[in-house]
């Protein structure tokens, strides 16, 4: 049986990494794994990061792959807990898909890469939640409909009890190392992308990458 305190303390170990490495949350180490894979976003992109808060996938984006060029939009319910935000990021706060903040969302797109880590409120009702991470994925899927430029890239997060979304058609999913290990996510899928095949057989499902035709 899996030691639960072994991988509590694993988890442990990136949020500390996080912080000595100026990143607000230890989510930032999940998308460097993709990018390590996928290689989605690469120098003078222009990125958005929706549900973006506390702001770890922002700066990493910001530091690591744009390094100054290119340019990035960032957009959650909460402000990013980032000091200073880069010059190259233009951050909201509000509903992504509402009318007011989509329509700014619009102006300054269309998007080389649009990624997503934004999970729902949770209720402890499996059913509810499962309800809500589904609609929540949805609406940044149709975003990147219209938004996502071709041959541009998504990563987006779903809860792994939504997997009738697997059964419409190619999916890639994958954990990344630093997922802890209570979070089961799967990804949903569209016809007009090309999911990249990343499983893990000791895991459950995580954060899903795709490429737009």
């Not at 959650?76 to 509402?98: M, Q, R």
């Not at 589904?134 to 975003?143: D, P």
């Not at 779903?158 to 979304?165: H, L, M, S, T, V």
């Amino acid at each position: 049986m899996p030691n639960i305190n072994s991988r509590r303390d694993k988890a442990d170990s990136y949020t500390q990494r996080a912080h000595k490495e100026g990143y607000p949350a230890r989510s930032v180490y999940k998308l460097e794994e993709i990018q390590k894979n996928f290689r989605l976003i690469k120098k003078g992109d222009k990125v958005l990061d929706v549900g973006a808060a506390p702001g770890s996938w922002t700066l990493y984006v910001c530091r690591e792959l744009l390094k100054g060029e290119g340019s990035m939009v960032s957009v959650d319910l909460n402000p990013l807990s980032i000091s200073p935000i880069p010059p190259i990021v233009t951050a909201f706060v509000g509903d992504a898909f509402s009318k007011e903040i989509r329509a700014k969302l619009v102006e300054l797109g269309p998007y080389d890469a649009i990624i997503s880590d934004a999970a729902p409120m949770t209720t402890g009702n499996r059913s509810v939640d499962t309800s809500r991470s589904e609609w929540l994925a949805e609406q940044v899927v149709l975003l990147s409909e219209e938004q996502l430029r071709p041959h541009g890239n998504l990563v987006l997060k779903i809860f792994q009890a939504a997997a009738r979304w697997r059964s419409s058609g190619r999916c890639g999913s994958g954990l990344p190392k630093s997922n802890r290990s209570s979070q089961k996510r799967a990804g949903k899928i569209r016809s007009r992308y090309t999911w990249s095949d990343w499983t893990r057989s000791d895991q459950p499902l995580s954060l899903m990458t795709c490429t737009s035709s």
